[in-house]
Every structure is written in C-alpha cells, then in structure tokens.
C-alpha cells in the first residue's frame, strides 16, 4: 500500500499518495489543469506555488512539478502574476543606465528587503541582480539572473513593486546584443553564406546518387 | 536519496571504474552494426504497435496506434455549430500555436508588414522549445561548412529527408544564429566572442551552441520579449480546434475555444501557420516523455482533417537519457550535452557499453538492448536505467564544470537530493520528438492544401528518421522565419472567399465508408493524468 499524506489545497484537505510532486498530487485530487502548468519539467515557470507546513510560520515557494508533497501541506498555486512588461524596440535601446531609469524606474525605490531573493524559486540573487540593474552593470545582471524561468514569485513577494523578471530580461537582451563581444566567425560565415559560397556544393550533395552519399557519410572524418 | 542496495553496490562499482572509464575510447558501430541494432531493438520497429490509417491522404500507411486513433476520430465540431458570417478575428496571417516557431513565424510575417495574430491553447513559450536545453547546430566555424552540416544531417536521418529543407536548414543555419544573437540572445561565448562549440550525437564537427543549458529557454523568452515589444497580439488560452477553409478550398481561418470557458471564435485569416509542435504528450507505447503539457500532435490532426498530407507520421525519436530515477521526474529530459561533455553510459556491472554519441536512434536502442536484451540494467523500483556517468565531467574538465555548463540539469537532481558532481544518475529512454509531420515545400506550405504553411516540430521531412541533437532549435528558426516571410507574401495576393467547414462532413463520409466507429474526439488539446487514483477515470477527454 502506497504511502499516502495530507495535503490542503487552496484549503480543502485531500489525501494523496507522498511520492507525488505537488502537480501529481493536485491531477491525483481530480484537477484538470489548464493555467498553471506547462513545461512540467521546472523550465518553464508556470506553476509556481506558495505553501506553508502546518506548524510552520514560514511561507516556502517553489515549482509545483519540481516539488514532492509533504503531510499538512497548505498549497495555493500562483499560476499568473500581473508583472510590468515594458516595450521596447532593442534595435533604438542602448545599455546605458538610462534606458532602466526610463523602463523600470521602482527598480530604484528597492528597499533591500531580500523578499525576492529569499522567495526565488531557482534561488537566484534577485536583489542582488537587480543592484546591478540599477548600476547599469547589465554583464553582471545578465549572468546573475540567467537560471530565471521567470514565475513571477520574486514579484510577489516586493513591496517595491518591481517587475524583476522583466527587469532581468531586458539586461540579458542588452548585454547579448550590446555588450557581449562579437562573434568574427559568424559573421564571416554569414557573409560567406550571402555570396553563395557553398551554393555549388550543397547542389551537388543533393543531388549525389544514394549509394554515393552514404560512402560519404559512413566514412567522414569526426573531429576529436 | 532512497537509493537500493543494489543501486548503491551498482554506484559503487561506476565509481571504482570512473578513471579507467574516462580513459576509454569507445568504438563506434559500423553502419551494418547501426542498422542492426535500430531493427532489433527501436520501439519504431514494433509492428503491434503500428496501425494503418484508414482514410485520408495518408490512407494505408502506418502510424502509431495512438496516433491512428486521433487521425480517424470526430471532429469536436460540427458545421453547424458555429456561423462563420460572425468573424470574431480578421487578419492576414494566422499562427497557431506560441513556441519557438510560432513566434519566429509571427515575428517576420509582422517585420514584413502582415497584420498578424498568435493563438495559443496554453501561453506563449508553453512549448518544447522552452525545454530545449543542449543547443542549436550551425556551421560557423573555419573547420566547418554547411556541406559537413547536410552530410551529418541527412546520414544521421537515414537519407530519408528531402534534400532541399536539408540544404534550407543548414544553408540559413549561421543566419539564424546572427539573427537570435541580434535580437540579443546570449550564446556561450570566449572573451573574443568565439562561440563555445560541443559534439552533439552524429555531428563531425564541434558545431553545438548553446547558453548554458537553458538554450531553448533563452531562445524562447527572448522570442515572446520580441513579440510582446513588436504589440503582435497573443490569444492565449485558447485552441484552435478546427481549421476552416474557403469556397476556393484554401485554408482561410481557424474555429477557435477558448480552454477555459469553452467559448468557440472564428478566425478569418489569408494564411495560417500551423506551429502546434509535438506529441510526446500522447505516451506512444507507455513511454514517459521529455514534452511540455500540450505535446499532443493537434496540427497534425487539424491539417490532416483539412486535407494536408502527412510525411514519416510512423517515425518517432525516443531520447536516448530521460531521468529513470527519481520517479518525481521520470521521463524528464537529461540534456545530450551531458554526454557532449564527456560522461559516459555505464550499465549495472560499472562497464562502458557503447559511444555516448552514436545518433540518438542508436543510442536509445542501445540503452533498451542493455538492459532490456543483456540484463544489464539498473533496477530503479520503477524499471531499469542505466548509468550516466556525471562526475565524469568534473574528472575530465575541473571542477566547477557542471555549475557553469549544465546548471538547470544540476538544479532539477538537487530539488530531489542528488548531486550530479558526485554521484552518477540513471537513464533510460523517453519520448522526445515526432520526427514526422505534416509535408511541406521549401517555402514551408503544405503540398497539398494551399495557403496553410506550417513549421516547427509539426512538419515532416525536415530531419528524415531521425533528427540530431541541436538541429530542431535549428528548425524552428529557419522554418519558422521562413514560414513568416512566405505568408505574409502570399497573403498580400490572397482574397478570401467563402468560409465553410464543408471538410469535417466529407472527411466524416469518408470515415462512414471505411467502417470506422468510435466516440473518440480530435484534436486531443491536453492529456488527463490520474496517477493511479481508482476513484478517476483516466480516460476522460478534456
């Protein structure tokens, strides 16, 4: 007989089996989710969960597919947070500290509580990136905030009221596009590609006989 | 962890071997060896498991059983069930579904001036690309060449694909990698902006980018930015249940429901853009799957119904690591870049037993055969895996390593107690990618229904019988640009008659003549799970 445990969802008490994740346990309860669940393999930020042990005053967050259950588990699912989404065209924007002032001003009225890092579902330094937004440090946010799948816990959780999800996304676009340095060897290729370089030869791949082709690959060199 | 005795004896047994195995050059098979193993061990080759297609363009040709039974079942609809003189939306180009694809495609038919519009049942970026970890191919470097790319494409496919989306993919491969870095996506680079380049399975060449291990995920996020900033209005939440031609028989709109309040719509478009993506989520065979939620091949059933003809419906790739334990996360995805960077698959007994980056058929077929046909499995309590070496990484490249290089994959382990830098995980098999789909030309339309273009993992050919590593992020770039451009093009040229969804009683005449009775209902939307509660019923529709 399988292990089974209490759990409270959105509440209402139900008993599940205790190898479940938190989303098994809800489709075990009888859900059919549609919102709050997507990838189910913790990428894609959709089923991000609040919960509390009963006994406990702590409140934990996590993905709900990436969490077991656990007895006398309270679980309210938090399946769409209203973030801010600014717009933007990133080919006018320039990774200057003004274009944050300008997107995201509350990034600068933080009051360095921790919440979001403390709340961060993938445990990132959230407060700590969004410093670096602030500074216009956009390399360092862009690497700090990278493992965001972007639930929109951190966003909860802010008296500030910052968007720190969308806050990051930009500084990543920002720093691939601007910052980061430019690759010669794609650009070469590209360049290569647009003159019609290999035009020729892959026509004549194609339209090599089967028996040809094969010989080809079954004895191509693989680099070590 | 609540490891076995047995899987700890097992462990420790890898661990004795790590440094001899490290030091070991796997040889890698012949292509008779190759062609052998697929036959007698790859789960495409289960006859029973194959059933053929009774009606349709495809009539008499095999697809799986699953498969077979959505193709052939009720329309959710009748004709008569919605008035298509009420257009709730009217646009120029129609994309259906929001993944890696779908926003390429709508990103370029916007660039070139469409009014377009993304429908979506679940929300933008819930899709495969999202989970995309290991890379996407492309042929930018000097040792390389788009000639080498096509050979290691098209041979790892078995020769089965058409050589001229072959030549698209790998010709517009370096394109699509300087389109993503200018609209600033990150890629792994050096301090001189040199793209850190990896083995994928059957690649000659280290032509492997990635942005850490979350490449789809980077990929994908700044997609939907891209969308959301270019104000390409995005119907979440909301399917595309049946697709609605006009009096000329071209595809001109789409029945839309709402996944909530299943409210139907009618969506009047010049061209429509089919990027459901995949159908791991239909558990071919009982396999668990590597697919998001809403995996369950809907374009294929919408465009089959509307008369588009299927390509290597019957071809399936089944990626060779998904998780075998912790049962949390069974079937989830180990990255193939895990064995790019140099673990090994090690069985029960500590020994090496094949390359690690044979093609992902071979290499799935392999594992199977380990245990399946040797007995050299690893008992999880849920089935047998094998052992995917990962401290191997750190033996061989430093610590610190696996941090930095596949961090989600260390993250997922860790939630369930496991340090991949110092105990190896187990493997097996898990349903990955649908190798066939709809058929189209090289400008991404179907070849039998006009005005429908369809991109992304829903389309057939493009990778053959089998697709490798880093070339399906590959696909929907170019694919899905590419379908963009084009209907955004003939849109410009396309006056819509008549809607009618005359289709749906012609297919059903069809399917009366062939004897088929069933009250199963197409397109599937969303699987149902139960996890074994005796008080549910897992066969209820949504």
């Known amino acids: ?224 | 962890m609540g490891y076995s005795k047995e899987m700890l004896e097992s462990m420790a047994k890898v661990a004795a071997n790590r440094a001899a195995n490290a030091a070991l050059e796997p040889v890698r098979m012949t292509a008779d060896e190759k062609d052998t193993i697929l036959r007698e061990n790859h789960p495409d080759y289960l006859p029973d498991q194959f059933a053929e297609i009774k009606v349709g363009p495809n009539k008499g040709e095999k697809a799986p059983l699953e498969l077979t039974a959505l193709l052939e079942a009720n329309a959710r609809i009748k004709a008569g069930d919605v008035d298509l003189n009420k257009v709730d939306y009217d646009v120029d180009v129609l994309v259906i579904g929001g993944g890696g694809a779908g926003s390429s495609a709508a990103i370029e038919a916007d660039e070139a001036g469409a009014k377009v519009m993304i429908v979506t049942k679940l929300r933008i970026g819930d899709a495969n690309t999202m989970m995309a970890e290991g890379g996407i191919q492309a042929a930018d470097k000097p040792n390389d060449s788009p000639a080498i790319h096509y050979l290691d494409a098209f041979g790892g496919g078995h020769f089965a694909a058409k050589p001229e989306l072959v030549k698209k993919l790998v010709g517009d491969a370096p394109i699509a990698i300087k389109w993503l870095s200018d609209l600033g996506v990150e890629f792994d680079k050096d301090e001189n902006g040199n793209m850190i380049t990896t083995h994928g399975g059957g690649t000659s060449r280290k032509r492997m980018h990635a942005a850490k291990d979350y490449s789809g995920a980077e990929i994908m996020r700044t997609l939907r930015d891209e969308v959301l900033n270019r104000g390409i209005p995005v119907v979440d939440f909301t399917a595309a249940i049946e697709l609605i031609k006009d009096e000329n028989g071209n595809v001109a709109g789409a029945v839309l429901m709402n996944m909530e309040t299943k409210q139907l719509y009618v969506a009047r478009a010049k061209t429509v853009i089919m990027a459901t993506g995949g159908a791991g989520r239909l558990h071919y065979q009982g396999f668990p799957t590597s697919n998001h939620y809403g995996a369950t091949a809907d374009g294929l059933i919408l465009g089959y119904r509307a008369g588009a003809k299927l390509l290597y419906e019957d071809s399936l790739q089944y990626h060779p690591t998904g998780v075998a334990y912790p049962e949390q996360i069974f079937g989830a995805l180990v990255t193939e870049k895990v064995r790019s960077l140099g673990a090994k698959l090690v069985n029960a007994d500590g020994t090496v037993f094949m390359h690690p980056l044979e093609t992902r058929d071979v290499c799935a077929s392999g594992i199977i055969r380990e245990c399946d046909k040797r007995g050299n499995g690893v008992d999880t309590g849920s089935g047998l895996g094998v052992w995917l070496d990962t401290p191997m990484i750190e033996y061989k490249n430093g610590a610190g390593t696996i941090e930095k290089r596949i961090p989600a994959m260390m993250r997922m382990f860790a939630k369930f107690g496991i340090d991949i830098r110092k105990d190896p995980i187990l493997v097996y098999p898990t349903l990955h990618y649908q190798n066939g789909g709809l058929d189209i030309n090289v400008n991404g339309e179907s070849t039998t229904v006009k005005n429908l273009f369809v991109a992304g993992e829903a389309v057939g050919g493009i990778h053959g019988r089998n697709r490798l590593m880093g070339n399906s992020l590959l696909d929907i770039i170019v694919f899905g640009r590419n379908a963009g451009q084009n209907a955004a093009a003939r849109a410009k040229e396309t006056t819509v008659g008549k809607l009618t969804l005359a289709h749906i009683a012609k297919f059903d005449a069809e399917r009366t003549a062939a004897g088929i009775k069933t009250d199963a209902v197409s397109p599937k939307l969303l699987p149902t799970y139960t996890h074994g509660n005796p008080d549910l019923d897992e066969t209820k529709v949504f």
């Open chain 1, 1 to 224: 007989m399988e292990n089974m445990v209490n759990v409270y969802l959105f509440g209402k008490k139900y008993e599940v089996p205790s190898n479940l994740t938190i989303m098994g346990a809800m489709e075990y309860a009888g859900y059919q989710l549609v919102r709050g669940c997507g990838c189910r393999n913790g990428f894609c930020g959709a089923c991000a969960t609040i919960y509390r042990i009963k006994g406990d005053r702590e409140l934990k967050v996590c993905l709900a597919c990436q969490t077991k259950v656990e007895n006398d588990m309270y679980i309210a699912t938090l399946p769409f947070f209203p973030l801010v989404k600014q717009v933007y065209d990133i080919e006018k924007v320039k990774p200057t500290e003004q274009i944050m002032m300008q997107l995201y001003p509350e990034i600068y009225a933080c009051v360095g509580c921790n919440a979001c890092t403390k709340s961060c579902t993938q445990g990132l330094s959230v407060m700590q990136y969004i410093a670096y937004a602030q500074r216009g440090e956009y390399d360092k946010c862009a690497e700090l905030s990278f493992d965001c799948v972007m639930c929109g816990v951190c966003s909860s959780r802010c008296p500030a009221g910052i968007s720190h999800p969308q806050v990051a996304m930009l500084a990543r676009r920002l720093n691939g596009k601007y910052i980061a340095p430019a690759c010669g060897h794609l650009e070469n290729r590209v360049r290569e590609i647009k003159d019609g370089t290999f035009e020729e030869l892959l026509e004549s791949l194609m339209q090599k006989p089967l028996d040809e082709i094969k010989e080809l690959y079954n004895n191509r060199e693989i680099e070590k």
